[in-house]
């Protein structure tokens, strides 16, 4: 006699695992002939960041504007030749010997795009004045150089700022051997360019032309001409509701005009058939004392 079945637990839900056999994990057992799995390394130090180079952005900005401006100032003198990074080669039969400043100005030389400036093309005439803006891959060392250079073929000004620290250095013609630095160079008039510095403290250095207008960016032109057509515009806004305005009064006083014509000819009207009722009531004896 076979046993009976059990049929209280017919169509039972599985019992939940208890919270504390969670816990326990079976191992993964791999196919028969698979590599075993490496074993994690251990993370070890981090490694310091490479040295990243800075770019020259503000350098390039300053470059911009003083080219710029200098061009403008001289726009109307086809005599004078500006230029940025433009290498200067002094010797004739050596290219060694050459320096590329951030901006030169030459008086004497017609304006035009030149690939270098060999100065024995050019009349022997070397750039008389130089700018150069500090940036991060300069060294005291090359400034140095630089100026030594520039005084030795001929330059008559020399200009360096530094537009990290605000620091503005001013060297003028000697009749030694090197440049005569201008010791305080907070408001100072250039004697070639009659462009005038004005460096306060911790502040960018000001440019301004002779006339006392101050250098401008391209961003800062770009917002001026942005300015000047929209007060353009304002005004020409203007002039037209005004011409508008104009041309309703005239309207208005054309129209009193006729208007008071039309009542003159409307008085002489009424004039003219009060005389032709007189004549009228006179022809037949009447009293015309009373019209």
């Known amino acids: 006699m076979s046993a009976p079945e059990d049929t209280d637990n017919i169509g039972a839900k599985p019992c939940p695992t208890p919270e504390s056999d969670r816990s326990i994990t079976t191992p993964t057992v791999l196919p028969s002939g698979s590599p075993p799995r490496p074993t ?51 010797v004739r039969g050596d290219p060694s010997i050459r320096q ?35 940036s991060p891959s300069n060294r005291e060392g090359d400034m140095a150089r630089k100026r030594a250079f520039y005084r030795r073929y001929g330059a008559e000004e020399y200009y360096v700022y530094d537009p990290e620290t605000h620091t503005l250095e001013i060297w003028l013609q000697n009749t030694g051997t090197d440049f005569r630095e201008i010791m305080e160079p907070r408001s100072f008039i250039s004697p070639r360019l009659g462009i005038r510095f004005e460096l306060t403290p911790g502040e960018e250095l000001r440019l301004y032309h002779p006339d006392g207008q101050p250098f401008l960016s391209v961003a800062e032109l770009w917002q001026l001409r942005e300015q000047l057509a929209l007060a353009w515009e304002t005004e020409k806004q203007r002039a037209e509701a005004e011409k508008q305005r104009a041309e309703a009064e005239k309207q208005r006083a054309e129209a009193e005009r ?17 005389q032709r009722l007189r004549e009228w009531l006179r022809q037949k004896g009447l009293s015309t004392e009373e019209m």
């Open 258 to 274: 006729q208007r008071a014509e039309a009542e003159k000819q409307r008085a002489e009207a009424a004039e003219r058939e009060l």
């Open 40 to 90: 994690p390394t251990p993370a070890g130090p981090r490694e310091p960041d490479p040295f990243y180079p800075e770019s020259d952005g503000i350098q390039y900005r300053w470059i911009v504007t003083i080219k710029e401006n200098l061009d403008y100032l001289y726009r109307n003198d086809p005599n004078v030749f500006v230029a940025a990074d433009n290498f200067i080669y002094p």
């Open 100 to 134: 590329a400043p951030d901006i030169s100005v030459v008086f004497g030389r017609p304006k035009g795009d030149r690939p270098s400036y060999k100065v024995w093309e050019e009349d022997n005439i070397f750039p008389q004045v130089i700018f150069e803006i500090w």
